[in-house]
């Protein structure tokens, strides 16, 4: 019906400026980033290592800010600035695509790096990192359930191998989680070899914990005859 198009057309314009409020919310607040504007007096290096400008030369010195440029053959190329612009010249961190030339247009945002913050979020993302790695558990020779890795509530645990090739004989595996500080619960249990690929490295941990120890332990069923070593391979990531 023609009332019902023209309400759906009425929403549509409603909706369409709402969208443009909020661009030109965006649009006002990075144009308060920027402290100069200028253009190019003079081709910069070939290997677009450096930008000329003059005019630089009596305005403040903009080293550590950022650099973007608004036209020519790179437009939209943004670079942090590594070197006292005062004498007019503005030294890029990572060169631009190529010479930047006489009569190219380049802002000035006041956006300045600390070296010391991004070396600290360097290393907060290096924590958060997945990080894979291998032991050894020895089983002794006993029927009594062994703790064959234990992991601190700080990990979470991707993935967990046990390789099973020593064994000789039947036995559980284990994993468990901690609830209260000291006691854990049992949250899952494989035999072997019936639940394990037989005579190769299998993934056993389907349970992944947060903010909770979490162990692994293995109790034969039939005596070993002698110690047996379990290489683990496990890659956990710090929460």
């Given at each position: 019906?023609?009332?019902q ?18 661009l ?12 100069y ?9 070939g290997?677009g290592?450096?930008?000329i400008c003059?005019d630089l ?32 010249t ?14 190219i ?78 006691n ?20 056993v941990?389907?349970h ?18 002698a ?5 683990i ?7």
């Amino acid at each position: 019906m023609p009332g019902q198009f023209y309400q759906e057309a009425k929403k549509e314009r409603t909706d369409l400026s709402a969208i443009l409020s909020a661009l030109g919310e965006v649009e006002q607040k990075l144009e308060s980033l920027v402290v100069y504007r200028g253009e190019t007096t003079a081709p910069g290096a070939g290997d677009g290592s450096t930008l000329i400008c003059s005019d630089l030369t009596s305005r403040p010195d903009y080293d550590g800010c950022l650099v973007v440029i608004k036209s020519g053959s790179y437009i939209g190329q943004p670079r942090q600035i590594n070197g006292a612009t005062t004498g007019g010249t503005v030294i890029p961190d990572i060169p631009f695509g190529g010479q930047i030339v006489t009569g190219i247009k380049f802002a000035i945002l006041g956006i300045r790096v600390n070296i010391v913050e991004v070396a600290a979020i360097e290393a907060k993302l290096d924590g958060a990192a997945a990080q894979p790695a291998t032991t050894v558990f020895t089983l002794q020779n006993n029927l009594l359930e062994q703790d064959a890795i234990t992991f601190a509530a700080a990990l979470r645990i991707l993935d967990i191998e046990l390789d099973m090739n020593n064994l000789t004989q039947a036995c559980t595996v284990r994993e468990h989680s901690q609830v209260d500080g000291v006691n854990y619960r049992q949250v899952s249990a494989k035999a072997f070899p019936g639940d394990f690929d037989p005579g190769t490295k299998a993934v056993v941990c389907g349970h992944t914990q947060k903010n909770a120890a979490y162990k692994i332990t293995l109790q034969s069923s039939v005596l070993e005859g002698a110690p047996r070593d379990i290489p683990i391979r496990y890659t956990t990531r710090a929460i």
